[in-house]
């Protein structure tokens, strides 16, 4: 809808109002025809108001159905209707997938390409390659996946024996995980922002709000008109632009965590760092002693374990957003390893148990590499 529609069909609404309030004083004038002079001169001006009341309700009813039923915010409130009511025969009427998932597909793979900082111009060049190979099982995944969703309401994964191909089994390719990177998952619609036309042809520009982005961002679709006045999505036009604008958005929130949370991490590993130096100085020397044994499980207990308890308390009060719960995760989990780690430390020392220092350096393990997925995050953000 133009600018000139939205002012004009804003003028209609505003006459609709004004006639109404006129033909309400009227038709609720305290007026006695006994009193007046001309009593059918009274009655004429109810007739003229009833008329003109008619006259309006008509001239709505042509607007809407001559006008709007025949617009892109139309159609697309009918495309809301069909996915709602499950209706899959409208939902194909109003929505090309074949041409909006192909350029869906392309921006998709474009997208994550260029916001992978790391990767040279080659690399880029291989991966886009590569990615057209597995387009059209792809496509075809997704698509089958939308339209179960607009069936059933709910995004599951194609299993084998449901018209699902080897190919696409051995391939592992799930529409919900398609669906998920593009970051239109966490999103919902808050409304039109503008719409565009040109001829046959509409590009309509929706308010979408991601959630993990915590950001409201324009997504533009293109709309062809159907031979019955109605409207179809064709493509969507700015999907790369869109994923591009939620990575960045994403990336700033988990920044801004990572850099709210660099106080607590360092006071804690200077804590933690200085209790371990002490433990490591008794091993060092003859820990066989009962007075070294005891002083050693004294550090782990009065000094370690509650620093690892201490530092999970102070992860817990800071507010953390939807996109940096992984990483934040990952360091409530590698906290608990240390916790559990060091448990299994004084059990040895207590009871030289062979199994259970197996445990203690399986637990160590772990923590060391969640430590490491930890880093990895953090470098992928500084990155970007």
Not at 196 to 203: L, N, Q, Y
Request: hydrophobic content about 35%; proline content about 2%.
């Amino acid at each position: 809808m133009t600018a000139k529609d939205t002012a004009l069909n804003g003028q209609a609404v505003s006459y609709v109002y004004l006639y109404t309030i006129k033909i309400k004083d009227v038709f609720t004038m305290d007026i006695n025809p006994e009193k007046l002079e001309n009593p059918k001169t009274w009655i004429s001006k109810k007739v003229i108001a009833l008329i003109l009341f008619i006259c309006i309700l008509v001239g709505g009813s042509a607007w809407y159905f001559l006008y709007f039923t025949k617009t892109p915010e139309y159609s697309l409130n009918i495309i809301k209707e069909s996915i709602e009511k499950h209706d899959i025969v409208k939902f194909k009427k109003h929505v090309d997938l074949d041409s909006s998932l192909s350029r869906g597909y392309d921006d998709l793979i474009l997208a994550m390409v260029e916001s992978d900082k790391t990767m040279t111009s080659e690399g880029k060049a291989f991966v886009g390659g590569f990615a057209q190979m597995f387009k059209s099982t792809a496509v075809n995944a997704l698509k089958d996946g939308i339209l179960r969703f607009v069936e059933t309401g709910k995004w599951e994964e194609k299993k084998v024996g449901q018209d699902t191909t080897k190919k696409e089994a051995q391939q592992n390719i799930n529409p919900d995980k398609i669906v998920e990177q593009t970051g239109l998952k966490n999103s919902a619609f808050k409304g039109i922002a503008y719409t565009k036309k040109d001829g046959k042809t509409a590009t309509v520009g929706l308010k979408v709000f991601e959630s993990e982005a915590n950001k409201e961002f324009i997504l533009d679709i293109k709309m062809r008109e159907l031979d019955d006045g109605t409207w179809q999505i064709a493509e969507i036009s700015s999907l790369k632009e869109y994923i591009l604008g939620v990575e960045k958005a994403k990336n700033d929130l988990l920044k801004k965590y990572i850099e709210d949370t660099q106080p607590i991490i360092d006071k804690h590993k200077q804590l933690l760092t200085e209790s371990v130096k002490k433990a490591d100085a008794i091993t060092a020397s003859n820990i066989t002693e009962a007075a070294k044994k005891s002083e050693f499980i004294n550090i782990i207990e009065n000094e370690i374990i509650p620093g690892w308890n201490n530092y999970i308390e102070e992860l817990n009060k800071i507010t953390v957003p939807e996109t940096a719960k992984e990483i934040h995760n990952l360091r409530l989990k590698f906290c608990q390893l240390r916790i559990a780690h060091s448990k299994k430390v004084i059990e040895y020392f207590n009871t030289n148990n062979p199994t259970t220092e197996a445990e203690f350096n399986t637990l160590l393990e772990q923590a060391k590499s969640t430590d490491q997925q930890i880093s990895n995050i953090i470098k992928k953000v500084n990155q970007n």
